[in-house]
């Protein structure tokens, strides 16, 4: 039996079948789909066990990725795929340049202002068309921030963001909890 890794992340869901001959269509849960496309193993739980999917093939299809897997040679084979996340280990994910971040890297490091000032927990990451953004929740002792919503959204940009200091285990940003910038 093959070792399941314990640095799991899920990256994308599976839509269905592509094509005639078991190819996969998967919604990735990162705007490019990077480590789908590079990292030739996946990892599926189906029935409470994981399976492990070694990918023949798998590229960029408009905001999906589509892909060939070993042992699914066939649509029927593909489609009882449908609905299961993708994971992938961590350890296994594309390096990045130095002023790149993957979102599961960020999630959980705490935000402060560029005067110490806990502002609270990344809890999530949303994208849009125009940057990425960060979903900070009150700081984890549980006191509250006079001026500052429960949850706070900061757009992940150069303007706001001024240091991720994944050793430390913040981000620094230029945010006045006053006034919300």
């Known amino acids: 039996m093959e070792h399941v890794p314990t640095d799991l992340v899920a990256v994308g869901r599976i839509l269905g079948a592509w094509g005639i001959r078991g190819g996969v269509k998967v919604r990735p849960y990162a705007a490019d789909g990077d480590a789908l496309i590079k990292v030739g193993q996946w990892w599926i739980e189906r029935a409470g066990r994981w399976e492990s999917q070694d990918v023949l093939s798998a590229k960029l299809h408009g905001d999906t990725v589509t892909a060939e897997l070993m042992g699914c040679a066939v649509r029927e084979t593909a489609l009882q795929l449908k609905g299961l996340e993708v994971w992938i280990a961590r350890s296994r994910f594309p390096p ?10 960020l999630i959980g490091l705490d935000v402060v202002n560029g005067d110490g000032a806990a502002l609270g927990v990344v809890r999530g990451m949303m ?24 949850t706070v959204l900061i757009p992940f940009v150069e303007r706001y963001i ?3 200091e994944r050793d430390r285990g913040r ?8 006034a919300g910038d």
């Open 96 to 105: 990045l340049a130095d002023d790149e971040y993957y979102w599961v890297d």
């Open 127 to 150: 994208d849009n068309p125009a940057h990425a953004i960060l979903e900070v929740r009150q700081p984890r002792s549980g006191e509250v921030v006079p001026g500052l919503e429960e």
């Open 162 to 164: 001024k240091a991720v």
């Open 171 to 178: 981000i620094v940003v230029d945010w006045d909890t006053q």
